[in-house]
C-alpha cells in the first residue's frame, strides 16, 4: 500500500510533567503497536499550546517538561523513522484552524462536555475559567484535522473531547462541503487500562496529585510507591478473604500483568485469575501481591530506562528529531489548512478570487 493510502492516527500529550505508566498503559503502548504495524502514518505530539491554557502564569513548566515528553516518547518506542514528533506551538497553522472551528461551536455546547466539566472541578476554576480551557476541544479538533487523522489513540476520558470534535467536523462540512475528515477513538483493550487509578487509590493517576508511577522512576522510588499502594482495608490477615475488584494492586495487575508473568515470578497461580480466586478465599497476602506487581513494572521500565538513558545522553539527536518533526507537521498542516481557506472561499488573492466574487455580485443585482 503507498503511504499516502494509509490511515493516519495522531495522538499527544501535554508537557506538564513526565509521562507516568498510566499513559502507558492508557495510550502510549496502543500507539507504538500501530506505528510499529507499518499499517499507518502516525503523528504523535507534545501539546504545549493546549498546557499552557492552565499554566500561561507558569511558563517555565511548560518549557522544562518539553523535553521530558520528548524523551518519554522516545524510550517507550516511538520512532522517528515512522512517527511524526513534533512541538504543537511549532505548527501555526494549527492556531489559524482553531480560530475558524471557534465560529462553529456554541459557548453552551462546550460547557456541557464532561471532560471539560470535570477538569474545571479538580482545577477549581469556578467562575474564572481561562478561555483557552473551556475551548480546548476546539483545538484538539484542529491538531487532528489538520493531519486528516481517521484514528485517535486516547484514554476514556477523551471520548466526550473527541465526539465534540466530530461534531465540528460535520457542521464545517455541511457548510462549507466534504473538506474534513472525521476521526474515532482508539480505546486500550483492556478495561483497566482505560483509567488507571493513582497509587493512592483514588480515580486517576496525576501528576498534580503526585499519585503516579513515571516512567522514568528509579527501582527505588518505584518500590517504595508499589509498596505503599492502597489494597483492601478489610484484608487485615493472610488468612482472611480479600477483595480484588477495587483493590488497587489488581487493578495495576489486570491493567499489566500477562500470565506469562504471573507463571515467572508467581508460578503457583499459573494465571492472574487463580491468584484473584486464591485472595478472595483468603491466604494470599498483601506483601505477595505488592511484590508481584512491583517485579512486573520493573520487567516492564528496564528496558525504557535505558532507552531513555541513551537519549539523555544524546540531547542533540532528539533536538533534531523535534526539529525535523515540526517542518514535515508543518507542511502537512498548511495542507489542510489551504483546502479549508479554499472551500469557504476566503483565498480572496488566488486565482482573482476576489474579483470574481465582486463581479458575480454586481452582475446579480
Known sequence: MDKKEKPVF?????????????????????????????????????????????????????????????????????????????????????????????????????????????????????????VGFLVYPISQTADTTAFNATLLPVGEDQNPMTEQGREIVRTFNAIYGDTLVESTNVLPNKKDSMRLPGTDGKAKMSKSMNNCIYLSDTPEEIKTKVMGMFTDPNHIKVEMPGETENNTVFVYLRALATDEDIRQFAPEFETLKSLENQYRKGGVGDVKIKKLLLSIIEKILTPIREKRHYYEEHIDEVIKILEDGCEKARSVAQETLSKVRKAMGIEYFKDNALKKYYLETKKNK
Open 10 to 130: 495522531v495522538t499527544g500529550d501535554r508537557p506538564t510533567g513526565k509521562l507516568h505508566i498510566g499513559h502507558l498503559v492508557g495510550s502510549l503502548k496502543t500507539r507504538v503497536e500501530m506505528q510499529d504495524s507499518g499499517k499507518y502514518q502516525s503523528y504523535i505530539f507534545i501539546a504545549d499550546m493546549q498546557a499552557l491554557t492552565d499554566n500561561a502564569k507558569n511558563p517555565e513548566k511548560i518549557r522544562e517538561s518539553i523535553m521530558e515528553v520528548a524523551l518519554d516518547y522516545l524510550s517507550v518506542g516511538v520512532d522517528p523513522q515512522k512517527s511524526t514528533i513534533f512541538i504543537q506551538s511549532q505548527v501555526p497553522q494549527l492556531n489559524e484552524l482553531t480560530v475558524i472551528f471557534l465560529n462553529l461551536v456554541t459557548l453552551s455546547r462546550l460547557q456541557r462536555n464532561p471532560t471539560v466539566k470535570n477538569e474545571i472541578k479538580e482545577k477549581g476554576f469556578k467562575d474564572s475559567i481561562p
